[in-house]
């Protein structure tokens, strides 16, 4: 399976927007780009996936490079509630189980 | 709610003890995931069933670990003659189908004195 590398932890500010990075250099055609969270005591959340093209949801906006070798994910108003540890993850939609293999994850710290 | 369900929420146990932690997927959900979550790390998968039928265990760390689904809904996972090793969250997650996002329970935290 394809690795992702995310920074251990971000800051921000409350109700400003948050640019969480992921790079996956060896990503292959087929992998899709998850991401999950956790919040504290919590299991994870799903929160947005994606292929190739830029996705939104109510929760997040998802932005694929064009060479997909990396993703970044946009929460647009940050609140205390999106402090958690975020996990991009790729899972290939064929020949899968569908098992979601994490990483470590960046932690999120929002200051109001 | 109708989320998915996982009980007890904290569970102690002495080395050796078996236990048995139960999870109840959200209804009509065909796919159900184990995952193992050591402090400071993310999940880590464990097996998969797709209704009754397990289709993976490759991620079961030892043949202590053995996990259910008879009737395609509620699942167990027991584990046997438990190790301090072996504390940890253990998350369930249940999806439409393999590929459809996972919801996940709150877990169980074991602690293995």
């Known amino acids: 399976d394809a690795k992702t590398t995310q920074p251990n932890s971000m800051e921000s500010n409350e109700e400003e927007p948050v640019h969480l990075p992921c790079n996956h250099s060896t990503i292959s055609g087929t992998d899709y780009i998850h991401w999950y969270r956790q919040l504290p005591s919590q299991g994870p959340e799903y929160v947005i996936h994606g292929l190739t093209s830029n996705v939104n949801n109510r929760m997040a906006s998802l932005a694929i490079a064009e060479d997909r070798k990396s993703s970044t994910l946009i929460l647009h108003r940050a609140t205390l509630r999106d402090a958690a540890v975020y996990y991009c993850?790729?899972?290939?939609?064929?020949?899968?189980?569908?098992?979601?293999?994490f990483g470590q994850g960046t932690t999120l710290q929002v200051k109001p | 709610g109708a989320g998915v369900s996982q009980s007890p929420r904290y569970k102690v146990a002495k080395r050796g003890q078996d236990v048995a932690l139960r999870c109840d997927p959200i209804?009509?959900?065909?796919?159900l995931f184990w995952y193992q979550q050591a402090l400071g790390q993310g999940p880590e998968f464990l097996t998969y069933f797709q209704n009754e039928a397990q289709l993976d265990k490759s991620g079961l760390p030892s043949d202590r670990f053995f996990a259910e689904r008879p009737e395609g809904s509620v699942s167990t996972l027991k584990i046997q003659r438990t190790q301090q090793e072996d504390s940890a969250v253990y998350l369930c997650?249940?999806?439409?189908?393999?590929?459809?996002?996972?919801?996940f329970g709150d877990g169980t935290r074991l602690s293995i004195l």
């Open positions: 997650a249940s999806s439409l189908g393999q590929v459809q996002p996972q919801h």
């Open positions: 993850i790729l899972r290939r939609d064929s020949g899968n189980t569908g098992k979601l293999i």
């Open positions: 209804s009509g959900h065909v796919s």
